[in-house]
């Protein structure tokens, strides 16, 4: 019982912040309000007109002159019937679109600022769907909803009061039939809003797989795996069908019903008429008014139906995105400090991290970097390197301890300006689809054509731009698939450069490239290291060489740290590691 009055209340809470959305368009919304309301009022007046014309000009007085009165009425009546419901239409889905549009800005905002913990257990099919399909979804709350059903129902109570007022007897056999259709309708829109739950589950889950698999379409082939993947996308695709026909037999059989029950309610009153017509005298104009607004009340009745299922999908897509929206994991932006660049050091002082839980990745980690020293961090793969870079970024939040930049709280930091001020070079390089000068400014209208190819020739990789057709203006694939890795590193690296941060960050940059494009990145990384606080990290140990000093890690912690003359004079667990990799790489 209390699970119902939630799921009611919720409901209401829901359509409530549906609404608010209208604030900024409430001229669009009160004239559609008027306009649906216009027409509610409007359609009684048609049947009004016809019955008066049979009874007063056709059976009884011969009038031909107001017959032709009537007649030119009702013509006039139905265009302007018409331009406003044009009217109507426009305005309401202007309504809808302009809301749509709203909430997706919102929604996208909403979701470029969230922390990588959230994407990390969030399918990204699953939010394009919250972003596209969900959102697509309101805009036919507003232009078959609320105010659709509102003008429904006050058109259906103006039909019932004009009805009674002229012959209760007749209303009575009308709606006799009523009861049941509410019956068939409360079962139809119970089955259909369990249906439309799952043809939205399997929406998402169709999105989330194509669009990995179409990512991962390399690895797919690699491995043979096209007709495995492919048997899978068939039964997602077959559990999507099986949705969409549940949905679908819920209204062949609706539909039906309410035609036999519309002919049942006409047939009555045909028939009481031919057994009692000359006792009530009932006129011509009397039947075909009651035959005209039994059509008329059962089509609202019905489309009622169906625009209720409307809203309550609307309702289960508004849901779904307001989930997103009320998803507390962005970055805490609170910081005031703007950040121009290390004046002193970098330092983290007993720094605890986890992913997830209690497993921590990096324990008690304590370290300094000097302003414009240029370190490494080693070790093996998972020993907590690259969380490093992603705390100090501040792509997560470290649990406990503290990361500090001149003695302040990186928290303390403007988020933008310690971002702007921060150049990171990932092994994997993403890559738009969109030319290379805008994959390089990331369309930043303050960094000039002249900008990039001054940077370009500073580090030593215009040459590279030139080799490329069309230069600059290389048109690039999606995810930089025409590019090698070398040059998706090298392009990487441009990026970084144009924008002068302060923070240089290499992370593994040269673990899969060849050997020539390995020496251009190094210079490149040489010469962008100058003047500017590093951090490298590296599994070829060869690329480290000029670095001040280096940090070995191991399971979460430090255990070594000095310059590489000073590691390699010890018995320290780095000098294994470089005598192995340099075995390695000869």
Sequence with gaps: MSSDKKNKGLNVGLIKRI?????????????????TLTLAGLAIVRPLLISKALNDYVTNSKDLQGLNTVCLMILALLFIEAFTQILNLRITNLLGQNIVKDLRNQVYK????????????????????????????????????????????????????????????????????????????????????????????????????????????????LFNREEQEFEKFKEINHQHRVANIKAIFFYSVFFPIVEILSSVSVALIIWFVGVNGNSYQIGLGDIT??????????????????????????????????????????????????????????????????????????????????????????????????????????????????????????????????????????????????????????????IKFEDVVSATKQIGLYDYILSLPNGFNYQVTERG???????????????????????????????????????????AAEKISQGRTSIIIAHRLSTIKHVDKIFVFDQGKIIEQGSIQELLDTDSKFKKLYELNTKIEA
Excluded: C
């Design 19 to 35: 609404l608010s959305y209208t604030q900024p368009y409430k001229k669009l919304f009160y004239g559609a309000v008027f306009f």
């Design 110 to 221: 909403h979701i470029i600022h969230l922390k990588n913990t959230y994407f990390d257990t969030t399918p990204v099919g699953t939010l394009v769907t919250r972003a596209i399909s969900d959102i697509e979804s309101l805009s036919d709350v507003f232009a078959q909803g609320f105010i659709v059903i509102a003008g429904d129902i006050v058109m259906l109570l103006i039909f019932v009061s004009v009805m009674f007022a002229k012959n209760w007897g007749l209303t009575l056999l009308a709606l006799s039939t009523i009861p049941l259709l509410f019956v068939a309708t409360a079962l139809f829109k119970r089955g259909v809003k369990k249906t439309f739950t799952l043809v939205r589950n399997a929406v998402a889950a169709l999105n989330t797989f194509t669009q990995e698999h179409i990512t991962g379409m390399r690895l797919v082939q």
């Design 481 to 523: 698939q025409g590019l090698s890795a070398g040059q998706r590193q090298l392009t990487a690296f441009i990026r970084a450069f144009v924008y002068q941060p302060s923070i240089f960050i290499l992370d593994e940059a040269t673990a899969t490239i060849d050997t020539q494009t390995e020496q251009l990145i190094q210079k």
């Design 289 to 446: 008014f009651f035959i005209m607004m039994v059509n008329m009340l059962f089509r609202p009745i019905r489309m009622l139906a169906d625009r209720l299922n409307t809203l309550q999908m609307g309702v289960v897509s508004a849901e779904r995105v307001f989930k997103v929206l009320d998803t507390n994991e962005q970055i805490n932006n609170a910081g005031i400090v703007k950040f121009n660049g290390v004046k002193q050091n970098i330092s983290f002082k007993n720094v605890w991290f986890a992913y997830s839980n209690e497993h921590y990745v990096l324990k008690d980690i304590s370290f300094t970097i000097n302003a414009g020293q240029t370190v490494a961090l080693v070790g093996a793969t998972g020993a907590g390197k690259s969380t490093i870079i992603n705390l100090l970024s501040r792509f997560y939040e470290f649990d406990k301890g503290e990361i500090a930049i001149d003695g302040v709280d990186i928290r303390k930091l403007d988020l933008t300006t310690l971002r702007k001020n921060t150049g990171v070079v990932l092994q994997d390089v993403f890559m738009f689809n969109d030319t290379l000068f805008n994959n390089i400014t990331l369309n930043n209208p303050e």
